[in-house]
Antibody, heavy 121, light 111 residues
């Protein structure tokens, strides 16, 4: 069974940092492009960013609101995706989902259940 | 303000047909990028419903169908069922932003 499980969420003060992890199983992780998507309170889904597979260059793209503060990375030896979040703002509060990302059509086909991040003083 | 525009809400009685529109621009839907649709129930992971404008993943009932024309796309749901009550999102890619973009979401209420 294809499965994605996020962890590492919690409460953090504005300006602080948090690192989310996403453990993958049931598919060949190293070949997958992966994305992070978030849902902030009262708003809809928002793309956070994407990382390509190593064979496709392993490069990352981040959405403008998080560019320079968030960094997506992966450890293919551990089938794990990461989201390093620095300089957190209150508006970063929300539920963060990891998802597999189709490498030509840009859709997300398998999603984790999500993890909550709360940025508050 | 989302890059893709969806109506905030739609409703229909059980058994009826509803459609949800998704309007983009020349840098995303109108540029030829595919539109995809997701169903999001509270406290659950979003579920891919339609990909590549018209395709259903395995397991998605054929009551759900997608279409695209010009700078817009639509999701149609026929034979409405109570379990269809959810928020539906469209998604595409925007070349000006170099980013994946979502619509603001449409809350479907089954009366």
């Amino acid at each position: 069974e294809v499965q994605l499980v996020e962890s590492g969420g919690g409460l953090v003060k504005p300006g602080g940092s948090l690192r989310l992890s996403c453990a993958a199983s049931g598919f060949t992780f190293r070949n997958a492009w992966m994305s992070w998507v978030r849902q902030t309170p009262g708003k809809g889904l928002e793309w956070v960013g994407r990382i390509k597979s190593r064979d496709d260059g392993g490069t990352t793209d981040h959405a403008a609101p998080v560019q320079g503060r968030f960094t997506i990375s992966r450890d293919d030896s551990k089938d794990t995706l990461f989201l390093q979040m620095d300089s957190l703002k209150t508006e970063d509060t929300g539920v963060y989902y990891c998802a597999t990302c189709n490498n030509t059509k840009y859709y997300m086909d398998v999603w984790g259940k999500g993890i909550t991040v709360t940025v508050s003083s | 303000q989302s890059v893709l525009t969806q109506p905030p809400s739609v409703s229909g009685a059980p058994g009826q047909r509803v459609t949800i529109s998704c309007t983009g621009s020349s840098s995303n839907v109108g540029a030829g990028y595919d539109v995809h649709w997701y169903q999001h129930l509270p406290e659950t992971a979003p579920k891919l419903l339609i990909y590549g404008n018209i395709n259903r993943p395995s397991g998605v009932p054929d009551r759900f169908s997608g279409s695209k024309s010009g700078t817009s796309a639509s999701l149609a749901i026929t034979g409405l069922q109570p379990e269809d009550e959810a928020v539906y999102y469209c998604q595409s890619y925007d070349s000006s932003l170099s980013a994946v973009v979502f619509g603001g979401g449409t809350k479907l209420t089954v009366l």
